[in-house]
């Protein structure tokens, strides 16, 4: 059915819904790479127009796509739930999540009435302001060796990247982030080596780092999550069982990614903890998103890169994930191309994870080739502490030396815990008190350059000297 | 690597790490060489020391730049390979460095005369065919390239495969894998291509390998050797790893995420 609207004497005629959500986007170079964006700024608010008196029920029963993630996406709709609110239009939807009164229907299960496609749209008619406002309410609670996402909780993965996964060379990065009160969400590295070998052997680095010191955190290795599950059958604790995740079946073939096989090796996992101790709970998946990701694979299917991340953010919600990050700068200015649409992403990404029920989190970044700087992640990471994000990145001084990134620092998350009065995990919390890392909920260790930070710390000793060659 | 001095240590507090760590120098450390991260960088407040705030300026000033570097076959690091392996030079559909930002599409894509060019030049249906390309980092191939190419050409003529002639693709994005197996049939099509420069270096070299890429090939299909770099994947270690590849590709009668490196001789080799 083809939607119209008359704007100042002008009329804009939008074939479909599909075409509509990518028409009523902000503006998104990746959008304009696909050919679907709005063509100037007045059909751009055209679309909005128009969108904003959508309703819900046309938007569950159009069919954005024919594929698994469609189907995935279907099977998991709570439809009783929806008819509280299917007559609803996507501006009086957007006005309702605006209430107040709104986190208490969304607790009761509204969320999983809510499609991708719906959250999608109604981030549309958002400005940044509502994005935050909206998605500060939405507390969402997850568990696995710790809890993320209570309010007042900012939690920080560490993120010990190394140019040839050197053990050593990790482990000091790790301690590093330690002793900056980091890695409650996760000590979770992406490796250089997708070897099964090479996985075991960072598994058994960070878990015995874990195991030594007595943290309650997580550990993952961010290799394909066929090679974690090899690396489980040779021997690895596996904490998380990750995967990087798109919101079309074309993209996630082209990761690799089979959801029958995707939820197998959820199930694997739940029984692998099952011989082991420590695990507070059973989420057990952490997935890594980010618009554009579909389009980059050319396996978007015509739908805008937003539509695409909503629905990435639908396949996440079911597999009941640990840990969701978009990871919004990263994958270069054809997608994003500058600081504005960075940080518009990351809000947009943020608030439709919460929206839909996940434990959502942003890594904050940019590269080199893009027209941003460390001023656009420092911005952005006070936007989302405010929004209530559940956690952010800790590379050692922003700098990722093997991805070739810049994200946030442990010194950057200190700061956003510190303006905002946030505070770690609670287990973690906990320990860090415990260790003398906190001393009275303040981070104790020496401030001065070098190891004076890690020599005061005698929990760390072994794990370290160990390690060192 | 970041440049800023560390203080000698006066904690009483008894050693952390083992004698001679304690007289550490930034530069030169038993701790900080274990890594090129910005660990132990100390703090001011919750915020980054100055000196630590300027390195940081600096070096992104510094891979900003090295962004529009242009790299000329005539480079005196380059000529040699044109020289030794007949070199030559294509482009792709992206005929400025603005549409190779901008337009992926159209930097996976050959341009006809590149096509021409490649099918009229390089002999078809070889073992390994060699592609070089620009990437995102230029300075990345002229580090790299001109060491690793020679030995590449070496080791894969030692095992017995046939190479053809490696050709440099400017403005190259991976995809163009897909164009040059179609024009070649190549039975494997390695891509040394300049990865976006990081902080910490701009010269970060990656091998895209693909076994009989074809048009509507993925990711999925390909394999990735990424880092190559001093302080990375050295030059033989890279060579080591494609060639394990091309011959797992030859086994298995296939690449992609199915097939993994054997083993992990990286992680002991390359520090």
């Known amino acids: 059915m083809s939607h119209r609207a008359t704007l100042r004497g002008e009329t804009f005629v939008f074939a479909d819904l599909r075409e509509l959500f990518g028409r009523a986007n902000e503006e998104k170079s990746g959008d304009q790479l696909a050919g679907v964006a709005a063509r100037s700024e007045r059909e751009r608010v055209a679309a909005k127009i128009v969108l904003a008196d959508v309703s819900l029920r046309e938007i569950a029963e159009c069919t954005f796509l024919d594929d698994d993630v469609s189907a995935l996406i279907h099977a ?19 006005e309702l999540v605006l209430d107040p009164g709104f986190v208490e229907l969304w607790e009761q299960g509204l969320h999983r009435a809510i499609t991708p496609e719906m959250g999608a749209a109604v981030a549309r008619l958002m400005g940044a302001r509502d994005l935050i406002a909206a998605a500060a309410r939405l507390r969402v609670v997850t568990r696995c060796r710790d809890t993320m996402g209570e309010a007042g909780v900012l939690g920080v993965r560490i993120q010990p990247n190394h140019p040839t996964d050197d053990p050593a060379g990790v482990a000091l990065s ?8 980091c890695g409650d969400a996760v000590i979770g590295i992406n490796p250089v080596n997708d070897s099964v070998a090479s996985v075991v052997a960072l598994e058994h680095t960070i878990g015995g780092i874990i195991d030594q010191i007595g943290a309650p955190t997580q550990s993952c290795v961010l290799a394909h999550f066929t090679t974690q599950l090899a690396a489980m059958a040779a021997g690895a ?16 073939r082209s990761f690799g990614v089979d959801l029958v ?8 996992v739940l029984d692998h903890h099952r011989s082991r101790s420590g695990f507070i709970g059973e989420q057990v998946m952490y997935f890594e998103t980010g618009q554009g990701s579909a389009l980059s694979a050319e396996a978007h299917g015509g739908l805008d890169q937003l539509t695409c991340e909503a629905r990435a953010h639908g396949v996440a919600r079911a597999f009941d994930p640990f840990l969701v990050n978009s990871v919004v700068g990263f994958i270069g200015p054809e997608y994003l191309a500058d600081a504005r649409q960075i940080m518009r992403a990351g809000l947009e990404d943020h608030f439709m994870g919460k929206l839909l029920g996940l434990p959502m989190g942003v890594d904050v970044c940019y590269t ?4 941003a700087d460390a001023d656009t992640t420092d911005q952005l990471l006070m936007l989302l502490a405010t929004a209530g994000c559940n956690f952010v990145m800790g590379v050692p001084g922003s700098d990722d030396v093997m991805l070739n990134y810049q994200s946030t620092s442990p010194h950057d998350a200190l700061a956003a815990r510190e303006l905002f009065g946030l505070r770690p995990a609670p287990e973690f919390d906990a320990w860090l008190e415990q260790v003398g ?11 001065e350059p070098g190891p004076a930070a890690l020599r005061s710390i005698d929990a760390l000793r072994s794990a370290v000297v160990e390690l060192l060659p | 690597m970041n440049p800023e001095p560390v203080k000698p240590e006066a904690s009483n507090s008894g050693p952390l790490l083992p ?16 890594t090129p991260a910005r660990v132990l960088l100390g703090r001011a407040g919750s915020s980054y020391r100055t000196s630590t705030l300027l390195a940081l300026r600096a070096d992104h000033a510094a891979a900003r730049d090295a962004l529009h570097e242009h790299l000329s076959l005539d480079d005196p690091a380059m000529a040699p390979l044109v020289d030794r392996f007949g070199l030559f030079e294509v482009c792709t559909r992206a005929a400025t460095f603005a549409d190779h930002l901008a337009r992926p599409d159209l930097g996976r894509r050959l341009d006809p005369a590149a096509i021409e060019r490649i099918s009229a030049e390089c002999p078809h249906d070889v073992d390994l ?23 590449l050409v070496g080791a894969a003529a030692a095992r017995g495969l046939s190479i053809g002639r490696p050709v440099f693709v400017r403005h190259c994005r991976v995809g163009v894998l897909n164009d040059v197996g179609d024009t070649t049939g190549a039975g494997v099509v390695v891509l040394l291509v300049g990865e976006r420069p990081g902080l910490a270096t701009a010269e970060s070299l990656s091998a895209y390998l693909a076994h009989r890429p074809t048009t509507g090939d993925t990711d999925a299909e390909r394999n990735l050797i990424s880092n190559i770099h001093a302080g990375g994947v050295r030059a033989p270690e890279a060579v080591r790893r494609i060639l394990g590849l091309v011959e797992q590709f030859r086994l298995h009668q296939r690449s992609g995420f199915e097939v993994r490196e054997s083993t992990s001789s990286s992680v002991a080799t390359a520090r």
């Not at chain 1, 790790?174 to 009160?181: E, K, Q, S, Y």
């Not at chain 1, 080199?368 to 027209?371: I, T």
């Open chain 2, 19 to 34: 004698e001679p760590a304690d007289q550490l120098d930034r530069a030169g450390s038993p701790a900080t060489a274990l």
């Open chain 1, 76 to 94: 998991g709709h709570d439809s009783a739930q929806f008819a509280t609110i299917a007559s609803l239009t996507v501006g009086e939807f957007r």
């Open chain 1, 368 to 371: 080199n080739h893009v027209d």
């Open chain 2, 129 to 151: 065919q060699v592609v070089i390309g620009d990437g995102l980092s230029s300075a990345a191939v002229r580090a790299q390239v001109p060491e690793l190419l020679p030995l």
């Open chain 1, 237 to 252: 604790p596996i904490d998380l069982l990750f995967q990087s995740i798109a919101g079309t079946e074309g993209a996630n």
């Open chain 1, 437 to 447: 890392i906190h001393v009275d909920g303040r981070l104790a260790t020496p401030s």
């Open chain 1, 174 to 181: 790790i301690i590093d982030g330690l002793v900056m009160g």
């Open chain 1, 261 to 268: 096989a995707l939820a197998e090796g959820r199930e694997a």
